[in-house]
């Protein structure tokens, strides 16, 4: 049965709470993440089970920086361990990995572990998981339309043909499908600076759920919620 519903194309999730639920259990901030990456694991198994194509993980904001420089140097520290640790196994399962975002503020180690994740998984074709590492929705149109003027201004591209599809071409997702839904974990219902342009139709889902508490059984969750929207796209539809 499961597999007659609708399965959307592309999964994108505001991996929220870590530290609340860290928190909570009288631990460190940084314990949080750590924690997390299991649900990563969970996430990125159940997307290849149910036949996904994308997922993409918001992993570190631009904004987020401005935390204590030890969180952010513990987050640092186990994205380099994680693309170590899983990259066989990422393999073994197809998956490929992009990863959208700034590249400039990184070290030059955790520069060489983003290199390193995706040419080692780049023949992979079952499941494309995008990593936003340093991801600013803002920064990204703003880039985009800098690329975009200076191609104008070179002649390259005429300015009374940039459409809809020029803007797309021009972001770091310019060769991955809009979302089709989105999932914030964690309760708050709000973007972040995330994907702001390409979720313009996307199905947004925010459950309580502490990202260190997501598993195959949340994801498997969010599908069933997916399945049960309605998706209009302005337009009308028979049903009453
Ligand atoms: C999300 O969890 C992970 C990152 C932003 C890196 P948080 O660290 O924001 O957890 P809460 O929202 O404070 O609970
Ligand atoms: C969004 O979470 C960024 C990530 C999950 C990586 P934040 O915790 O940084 O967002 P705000 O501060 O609650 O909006
Ligand atoms: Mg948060």
């Not at 399965?7 to 639920?21: K, L």
């Not at 420089?69 to 197809?94: H, K, N, P, T, W």
């Not at 979302?179 to 979720?199: C, E, V």
Request: hydrophobic letters at 40%; charged letters at 30%; glycine letters at 6%.
């Amino acid at each position: 049965m499961t597999d007659r519903i609708p399965i959307p194309r592309h999964v994108a999730i505001i991996m929220d709470g870590n530290g609340r639920w860290a928190t909570q259990l009288g631990r460190e901030r940084y314990e949080g993440h750590i924690a997390g990456v299991e649900s990563v694991r969970a996430a990125v198994k159940a997307a290849v089970r149910r036949g996904v194509e994308y997922l993409t993980l918001y992993a570190f904001s631009t904004e987020n920086w401005g935390r204590p420089a030890e969180e952010v140097s513990a987050i640092m520290e186990l994205f380099c361990r994680s693309v170590a640790g899983e990259v066989d196994d990422l393999r073994a399962q197809g998956v490929r990995v992009k990863v959208i975002g700034g590249r400039e503020r990184f070290s030059q180690r955790v520069a060489e572990h983003l290199d390193a994740i995706e040419s080692r998984t780049a023949d992979c074709d079952k499941l494309t998981l995008v990593l936003a590492f340093d991801y600013s929705s803002r920064s990204e149109i703003a880039a985009a339309v800098r690329q975009i003027a200076s191609r104008a201004a070179a002649r390259e591209i005429a300015a009374e043909t940039i459409d809809e599809s020029t803007v797309s071409a021009h972001l770091y997702t310019a060769s991955i499908p809009d979302p089709d839904m989105i999932i914030r974990t964690g309760g708050d219902h709000r973007l972040s600076n995330f994907l702001l342009w390409q979720a313009s139709y996307a199905e947004l889902y925010f459950p309580k759920v502490l990202w260190p508490d997501f598993r195959e059984e949340q994801f498997d969750e969010a599908l069933n919620e997916y399945a049960r929207r309605e998706r209009r796209f302005g337009l009308v539809t028979d049903k009453k």
